[in-house]
């Protein structure tokens, strides 16, 4: 159930020898789905630059990189891959606001509970998805990241998966998340000049049903959107939910 099996394709995103052999292959950088310029605006919003921040399934991207270079202070990045965090290592051996070290999501037990003011995962919840025993995956991984975000912390979701497929895994009770959704288009996306429709604001959060679903008059100017889940873990006495600044 809740495997995203329409957007899988063969590979085995949730393997380690499979992003060894990856990482070696095509070497370089990479950004999945969106860069930091496109993102900065929800980052800044709900990160503190002072928050001491996880990137988890970092790969070779260079958003904490960019994200350093916007203030940023103290970003710890995890990756399944040996490979990728090797190579990482050496690139930013002179940078002391990012450090790295190899890790299954699934599996963070090296820190502490509450550890991080706010994780960021920019697709590796999707590639879990993709892997086999997917709903088991992924709530290993959400319990792993609920456990590490301090209370009125921030776990930030970039991925392609609609609320249909997303929200099941978020809603659970035991994470005591609140969350909001925004909507952006791919990079590249151009829109139809002759829609009619009011331009929307993509830093709006999109309204929801009371179940975190889209409303199903809700149309997407890009089918191929990326879904942004701002997941708040909240004190069970709070009832509000209100960004950082």
Known sequence: MYRDTSSCNTYNYGDALYWDARYIQEGGSFDWYQRYSALRPFVRKYVRPSSR???VG???????????KD??????????????????????????????MQMDVRDMSFFPDESFDSIIDKGTL??????????ISATQMLGEVSRLVKPGGIYMLITYGDP?????????PVYNWKTL???????????DEG???AKKSYLEPVPTTEDGLLPPSFVLEDPDSHFIYVCRKTDETELIFTPTH
Not at 58 to 68: I, K, L, T, Y
């Open 71 to 100: 203030g940023y202070e103290d970003i710890m990045n995890i990756d399944i891959s040996s490979v990728a965090i090797e190579m990482m290592r050496r690139k930013y051996e002179y940078i002391p606001q990012l450090k790295y």
């Open 164 to 172: 249909s497929v997303r929200m099941p895994h978020l809603i659970r």
């Open 126 to 135: 999707d590639s879990l998805m993709c892997g086999t025993d997917a709903p």
């Open 53 to 55: 921040v996880l990137m």
């Open 58 to 68: 970092c790969g070779n991207a260079v958003m904490s990189e960019d994200m350093v």
């Open 181 to 191: 959704l925004y909507i952006i288009p791919r990079p590249g996306f151009e829109k």
């Open 195 to 197: 829609c009619s429709s």
